[in-house]
């Protein structure tokens, strides 16, 4: 009944740009914290960016002044604009919220399916 759906993650070149989306769809009554994490084999999930309901950003401290996260609240909708990539960005990007839904009214956690970020040579 809520799901999150991530879009925009491709092949980019070192030094490239890419953007993120992650929309909530489905029967979405409220939608506060939305942050992006990544993941790539071996490691932990790590949280690269978040953003409240109100605005207050905040990111890990490797893509601080190259990655911008930025909210729609009217879509449902977060962004991660990526620039100055390299090789250590490379990772699988997954959008987590917490989201009240419009059928039962409680707040549940959410994680989309994740969206690949892959560096080309």
């Known amino acids: 009944q809520v799901q999150l759906v991530e879009s925009g993650g491709g092949l980019v070149q070192p030094g490239g740009s890419l953007k993120l989306s992650c929309a909530a769809q489905g029967r979405v009554a409220d939608v506060y914290d939305m942050r992006w994490y990544r993941q790539t084999p071996g490691k932990s999930r790590e949280l690269v960016a978040g953003?409240?309901?109100?605005?207050?950003?905040n990111y890990t401290d490797s893509v601080k002044g190259r990655f911008t996260i930025s909210r729609d609240n009217a879509k449902n909708t977060i962004y991660l604009q990526m620039t100055r990539v390299t090789p250590e960005d490379a990772a699988i990007y997954h959008c987590y919220s917490l989201i009240r839904s419009s059928v039962t009214y409680t707040i549940a956690h959410y994680w989309g399916q994740g969206t690949q970020v892959i560096l080309s040579s």
């Open positions: 953003i409240s309901n109100s605005g207050y950003t």
